[in-house]
């Protein structure tokens, strides 16, 4: 009773403590916990050998039981009462900055100190980027970015989904701390773009770390951590180029956004173009330079520009082989690769594709779609743009329908429905309606483009697809939702034209191709046809 009157008054203390504010360190928790744990079964194994000792056993133990399942439920039920965590502060800029803290892996790291730098790095990064809001967010959100470290990110990947969501930070900002040889502090600079930057080449999304920074003395150096937050913040400047260039780019601007991104080669004078290290690398920026190119060579989807595509190749071929992100810039010379075998007036048909390079570009999808070092959106990227490419050597009568298109769409399709997912969800069921009107099943294809519309906000694609449920509607003489599809299609592209992300001359173009679908219609379904 001794142990039972301790734990009570134990208890009461630290129930008090918590009311006023306190918050217990572990070891005061650790020995709260251990002392009313014993004191719970001190008091229980006291009161079945006075009150129950003639009862029979299996009445003991049941009434033990039950007791210890009330106890249990009633520490879960009041821990389940604490008070949630303040939201975290909300960015508002298209680029602003969240600075996520310095983690340390390995002995000899102080993260109070890392903490510090954290919060002085992100002021004095403040200072000079022009047009964005930089916060520190290490003390408020947690992320374990050791693991970046490590093949496995999906802890991180998920803690770093959810702060996202939660904080609008255009881009992360943050690093991996680690002891190097003679004792030497190194810290290695990480970045993460964001996959609704990225839309049209989700691969791109995520983290990137760059090379390992050394310090000439340790933490205990005011000289030495001044001196390393100066450097950091040196080679952070060219985030303002970086991140004008993604904003453009998700504007549709791909223009704006190559020459944003040219200024951080060497030469291009950004104040860092020529440290070749730091947050934003010259490997990353030929990565994403090479994606804006071939968007400025995509504008015109029936004139390709063949001087632009060549131009992207030769961004991913300056990424060297070993670079920590050359899964993601063999994926993206793999695509450049197929868009080139297209041609400049791109078809799918017989005698109208390169097919050796098709080929070369399916073998480099199917060997990135199964490679378990590449993050898990980039296999699925890789997926759908092997079901893409086969499609195509299937119209071009260069292979049979074996049953690969399938079962790469699946994938995608079947894959766990998180946000950064969904836009290669509704690519891969319009991909899958195409290849329901090769076969003529055309209710699958309804089906399929219905799936891709309910997943996909962005005009451009909307109205792309609004035009394809107008032409299998006419294929079915169906010509009331064929009109109806046709003056959303031309809705969704107005809109995308008013926000830059369509040419004007492509209005006219749906004008037309309607016209003319709508008119073999006519002829097909018969005189009885209305609409």
């Not at 904080?167 to 992360?172: K, M, R």
């Amino acid at each position: 009773m001794v142990v039972a009157g301790i734990s009570l008054a134990l208890a009461a203390s630290l129930a008090l403590a918590a009311a006023l504010g306190a918050r217990p360190g572990r070891v005061a928790t650790f020995v709260g916990v251990l002392v009313g744990v014993s004191g719970f079964l001190g008091s229980l194994g006291q009161l079945l050998r006075e009150r129950f000792a003639g009862v029979p056993r299996w009445k003991r133990v049941a009434f033990a039981a039950g007791t210890a399942g009330v106890f249990i439920g009633a520490v879960v039920l009041l821990l389940s009462f604490q008070a949630p965590p303040p939201p975290l502060h909300r960015l508002t800029g298209p680029r602003d900055v969240a600075v996520v803290g310095f983690k340390g892996n390995g002995p000899g790291q102080d993260q109070r100190v890392l903490d510090d730098v954290s919060a002085t790095f992100a002021r004095d990064l403040s200072k000079v980027v022009e047009d964005t809001t930089v916060r520190d967010y290490a003390t408020e959100y947690a992320l374990p970015l050791a693991e970046l470290l490590r093949p496995d990110h999906h802890g991180l990947e998920t803690r770093t989904t959810k702060f996202v969501q939660q904080s609008n930070a255009a881009i992360l900002l943050g690093g991996i701390v680690t002891s190097g040889d003679a004792g030497q502090t190194l810290v290695r600079p990480a970045v993460y773009v964001r996959p609704d930057q990225v839309m049209d080449a989700p691969e791109l999304a995520g983290w990137y770390t760059g090379e390992s920074l050394p310090m000439d003395a340790g933490w205990q150096s005011a000289y030495s951590r001044r001196a390393m937050v100066s450097e950091l913040v040196r080679r952070a400047r060219g985030l303002t180029d970086f991140t004008y260039a993604l904003d453009a780019w998700r504007q549709g601007n791909a223009v704006q956004a190559d020459r944003a991104l040219a200024r951080l080669l060497p030469g291009g004078g950004s104040p860092t173009s020529e440290s070749g290290t730091g947050f934003v690398t010259p490997d990353l920026v030929h990565l994403f330079r090479g994606h804006t190119l071939e968007d400025v060579a995509l504008k015109d989807p029936d004139n390709v520009r063949r001087s632009e595509l060549d131009a992207a190749r030769d961004e991913y071929l300056a990424i060297a082989s070993s670079s920590p992100i050359r899964l993601r810039a063999q994926i993206s010379l793999a695509y450049n690769t197929y868009l080139r075998a297209l041609g400049e007036h791109p078809r799918c048909e017989p005698g109208t594709v390169g097919a050796a390079e098709l080929a070369k570009a399916s073998a480099a999808f199917r060997r990135l779609a199964d490679d378990s070092g590449f993050t898990r959106l980039g296999r699925l990227k890789a997926s759908y743009d092997l079901a893409q490419v086969e499609f195509c050597r299937v119209n071009a009568e260069l292979v049979a329908d074996d049953g690969t298109i399938d079962r790469a769409l699946r994938r995608v399709r079947t894959a766990r429905r998180t946000e950064d997912v969904k836009e290669l969800v509704a690519l891969s069921a319009a991909l899958a309606a195409q290849r329901e009107v090769k076969y003529e099943r055309y209710d699958a294809a309804i089906s399929y483009l219905r799936q891709a519309l309910a997943l996909e906000a962005r005009f451009a694609s909307r109205a792309l697809w609004e035009t394809e449920l107008a032409d299998i509607a006419l294929a079915q003489c169906d010509f009331a939702t064929a009109a109806t599809a046709h003056q959303e299609s031309l809705r969704q592209l107005s809109s995308a034209i008013r926000t830059g992300t369509a040419p004007k001359e492509r209005y006219q173009t749906y004008r037309t191709h309607y016209e003319h679908q709508l008119s073999e219609a006519h002829a097909t379904c018969g005189a009885g046809s209305s609409g």
